[in-house]
């Protein structure tokens, strides 16, 4: 079975500074990874995901994570925090090997604040 | 193609009555999923279906929930006789069979309250 955990309810980070949003994944097989955003009262924006190739996935709005087999995670970064970052994010995962069981399955989210 | 729609965006009835809300997939995409989603929780799978056929129940969906898909298109979540503790967001999301690595695409949801 799939699971991903999230580290951390709340982050809140300075504009301009480093944003880090923690995630590590549970799978029995290879997964798919990927990070979505969601803005107050709307649904979720997909924002990278992983699906096997380069273990450097880049998305928009400049974030990026890094997938670690060894550490069974797959953090999201940004270099600088822009206040319209504020959002909650979540990580979610689906096996790679399709099945019909291939639904994400999705972790209980990082509410992200930007402080002026 | 507009991505996937879904109505009405909010909803607010009172306990003991009856919903529907409907859900536009993108048009070339086969399957379309039914999640729910409380405050300060992720998305909570409900169920999905391919084309018309439903393939997986969530247990969360008790016996006053059902959902359709007709005729392969649009599908309609019902909540029967709702109750406090069904108020949630409810997002329908489609993708195309064998393209998940492409994640899926979401609708806005629809806010339940019920009062």
């Known amino acids: 079975a799939q699971s991903v955990t999230q580290l951390g309810s709340h982050v809140s980070v300075s504009e301009g500074a480093l944003v880090l949003l923690r995630c590590n994944y549970s799978s029995s097989v290879p997964p798919y990874l990927f990070w979505y955003v969601q803005y107050p009262n709307q649904g979720l924006q997909l924002l990278l995901k992983y699906t096997s190739a380069a273990t450097l996935v880049k998305g928009i709005n400049g974030f990026e994570a890094e997938f670690k087999k060894s550490e069974t995670s797959f953090h999201l970064t940004k270099p600088s925090a822009h206040m319209s970052d504020a959002a909650e994010y979540f990580c979610?995962?689906?096996?790679?090997?399709?099945?019909?069981?291939?639904?994400?399955?999705f972790g209980s989210g990082t509410r992200l604040s930007i402080r002026p | 193609d507009t991505g996937v729609s879904q109505d009405p965006r909010h909803k607010i009835t009172k306990r003991g009555q009856n919903v529907t809300f409907r859900c536009d997939p993108i048009s070339e995409h086969n399957r379309l999923y039914w999640y729910r989603q409380t405050l300060g929780q992720g998305p909570e799978f409900l169920t999905y279906?391919?084309?018309?056929?439903?393939?997986?129940k969530s247990r969360l969906l008790s016996d006053r929930f059902s959902a359709e898909r007709p005729k392969g298109s649009f599908s309609t979540l019902e909540i029967q006789r709702t109750e406090q503790g069904d108020s949630a967001m409810y997002l329908c999301a489609s993708s195309q069979y064998g393209q998940e690595n492409y994640g899926y695409t979401f609708g806005s949801g629809t806010r339940l309250t019920v009062v």
């Open positions: 979610a995962v689906t096996p790679s090997e399709y099945s019909s069981a291939s639904k994400i399955i």
């Open positions: 279906f391919q084309n018309e056929a439903q393939l997986e």
